[in-house]
C-alpha cells in the first residue's frame, strides 16, 4: 500500500507550523506524521504539500496570541526567522 502523504511527509515533520496557501487558511502544527492520517493534511484531505508552507513565528503568534516563545520555537527556526 502506497502513503498518499508521502509527499507532505517529505516537505513538512512533527511540530512544523504551517499555513494553508491558496484553497486552505488557516495556522495550524503539524502532529500525527508517523501515522496514516498525518494532522491538519488528512482533516483537509489534503495530499498535496504546495498547498501549505512553513508558518512564520509572526502568523503563528497573531493566530495564536497566548502561545509563549518556547512554542514559537518550530516555527521561528523552520521558517528561517
Not at 500500500?1 to 495556522?27: P, R, S
Not at 502544527?29 to 483537509?44: A, G, T
Not at 504539500?49 to 516563545?69: Q, S
Amino acid at each position: 500500500m502506497t502513503d498518499k502523504y508521502q509527499a507532505i511527509k517529505e516537505k513538512f515533520k512533527a511540530g512544523d507550523w504551517v499555513k494553508g496557501t491558496n484553497k486552505h487558511e488557516g495556522c495550524s502544527q503539524v502532529f500525527d506524521m508517523d501515522s496514516e492520517r498525518p494532522q491538519p493534511f488528512d482533516y483537509l484531505n489534503e495530499t498535496d504539500p504546495n498547498e501549505f508552507r512553513l508558518a512564520t513565528g509572526d502568523e503563528v503568534k497573531k493566530t495564536y496570541p497566548d502561545l509563549n516563545k518556547d512554542d514559537l520555537t518550530a516555527a521561528y527556526t523552520r521558517a528561517g526567522e
